[in-house]
């Protein structure tokens, strides 16, 4: 099992900066990514930016030269660095985790979520 932790949301201003941070604690090994995942009221949740196990990035569109994924594995935190920031960012930020259950299956763990509002 692995347990996440978010923190770091918040009210912000348009072209202002937050950073999001998530914990892992519990069964950390065989993970595949980590990643941030967002939801908005009434919008399906989408993939907001992605790390793998390799050190590759992947990013949404709308947030590309904007946000930036990094981690420290020595404290097993996975950070998500938002400048510029716009309304249209304003959501529910998730945290993501995929470990590898098998050769090619693996589990997805969620944290909890963590608001991110931007006031225009």
């Known amino acids: 099992q692995v347990q996440l932790v978010e923190s770091g949301g918040g009210l912000v201003q348009a072209g202002g900066s937050l950073r999001l941070s998530c914990a892992a604690s519990?069964?950390?090994?065989?993970?595949?990514?980590t990643g941030w995942y967002r939801q908005a009221p009434g919008k399906q949740r989408e993939l907001v930016a992605v790390?793998?196990?390799?050190?590759?990035?992947n990013y949404a569109d709308s947030v590309k030269g904007r946000f930036t994924i990094s981690r420290d594995n020595a404290k097993n935190t996975v950070f998500l660095q938002m400048n510029s920031l716009k309304p249209e960012d304003t959501a529910v930020y998730y945290c993501?985790?995929?470990?590898?259950?098998?050769?090619?299956?693996?589990?997805?763990?969620w944290g909890q979520g963590t608001q991110v509002t931007v006031s225009s």
């Open positions: 993501n985790l995929q470990q590898y259950s098998s050769l090619y299956t693996f589990y997805d763990y």
């Open positions: 519990g069964s950390i090994f065989s993970i595949k990514a």
């Open positions: 790390l793998s196990s390799g050190g590759s990035t």
